[in-house]
């Protein structure tokens, strides 16, 4: 009988020169990956076509309005898609703690956004639960809205930490969190 690794592969936890460094890397979603790559091939031929008879002049008046409109549209699907493919392959989210601050960072390969934090005004870290209904706007992993799996207080603000991670993980994050701020709080 071969037993499961009770290690996480998603969530890793180091020391580095700025204090603990935590990441998360993306849940990839296999049917949705799949489906995304084929929906990219089919939507991509679709844009070229009449980008493609907008550039020919094959259109006139309202319907050049028209595909001019519509390829502002096509090309927003596609980025969305897109991006929420990649994030899939290749996002991570990274936490570094120490006691004399906290910077989160979203990224992917060619892009990447960083947050930082001031120590004395985070409170209340905490396990962080969202409803996951499939037509929310929480329904596709988003890193930079308000589903991740830790949040803390920031003054009036709540921040949130990895998206998509279970009981086990985010409490291995919240403990890290504490132990890299100083704290000895206890993950509930």
Known sequence: MQFEVP????VSVDRVPEGTSITVRAKRRTFLMAFLLFWLCGWTIGGFAAAGALVSGGADGKASLFLLV???AWALGWLYAA???FWMFAGRETLVVSRAGITKTVSIPILSRSWHYNPAHVARVR???TEQQVFSPRAFE??????G?????YGHKTVTFGTSI???EARLIIEALNSGLGRREEAA
């Open 7 to 10: 290690t996480s592969s998603r």
């Open 70 to 72: 519509w390829l502002g």
């Open 83 to 85: 991006a929420t493919l």
């Open 127 to 129: 396990r962080h639960q």
């Open 142 to 147: 988003n890193p930079l809205g308000a589903n």
């Open 149 to 153: 799996g830790v949040a803390f207080d």
């Open 166 to 168: 279970d009981d086990a």
